[in-house]
């Protein structure tokens, strides 16, 4: 009862706890946070799991925008766990790559914007998983790297893909063939984050631009994201079919027909207080045979 009352105090109003990952929802925004601070929120298996199992609770008709963060000061997610992986086969290799792919996949295609907070380390899984996310912002203090070469394995969560449609194939490139880190600045310059904030204001600036996007048409949104995902790797002919089909849709929604009828009906409140304004004109009048009466002076 004690930590119901608190949760809401903090403007919590529903938590899942499972044991590495933390799910909250503060109205209409929710925050997940990878809680394995003690290996830098790495990600194996049992991570993976309960992020898929959180992103299927999620009720997206009422949760607008989705916030992933990781948990304490250093670390955003510093990549898939490589003690799991040391002693995999090839055909275990191949298994895991996949289990995170799908996961990621249903971060990239989940109806609701996901916005990552990069708080600290974003390395191998951890760049993916930022990846993955429809926008990124990060703390000043946050690397980014794919490192996986130097152990010997190529990115294996969407690295190899998503890096070079964010920041172009040479970069890219450079980025996983030398398995060099980059920092926040860097990062900002190439495009892989769209903003970088002091590391204690990380995560209201991420809420702030939770509640901007919410405050748009939640139908709008799903569909603006569906026609930029689906159409983005197509000839654009296709592409232009998938917007028309995804624009067409959000006629006659609720919100579609309310929020353009109270854009007609301000309109016609602008056009009164501009009729208002123009019946005052013998004010300006007046001032206009003042000028005329100083000039003949
Ligand atoms: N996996 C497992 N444990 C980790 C990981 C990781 N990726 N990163 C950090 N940890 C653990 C450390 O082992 C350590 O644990 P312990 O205290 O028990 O020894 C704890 O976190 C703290 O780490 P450090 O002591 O190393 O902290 P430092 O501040 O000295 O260094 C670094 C921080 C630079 C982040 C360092 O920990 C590091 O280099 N970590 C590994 C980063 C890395 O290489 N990540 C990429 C992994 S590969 C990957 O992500 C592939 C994704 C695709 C998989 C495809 C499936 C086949």
Sequence with gaps: MKSTIFLLCLGIIFSIQAEFVKYEEETDIAILTINRPR???A?????LDEIDKVLESIDTEKIRVLIITGEGQRSFVAGADIAEMSTLTKVQGAEFSKKGNDVFRKIETFPIPVIAAINGYAL?????LAMSCDIRICSENAIFGQPEVGLGITPGFGGTQRLAR????GMAKQMIFTAQNIRSDEAYRIGLVNAVHPKEELLNEAKKLATTIAKNGANAIKNSKKAINDGYQMEIDKAIQIEEQLFGECFQSDEQVERMKNFLEKGKKRQTKKEDKS??????LRTEEKKEAEKEK
């Design 124 to 128: 191998g899984g951890g760049c993916e």
């Design 43 to 47: 990600l194996n298996s049992q991570v």
């Design 279 to 284: 019946e005052e004109k013998p004010k300006n």
């Design 39 to 41: 290996a830098l929120n």
């Design 166 to 169: 964010l920041v172009g194939l």
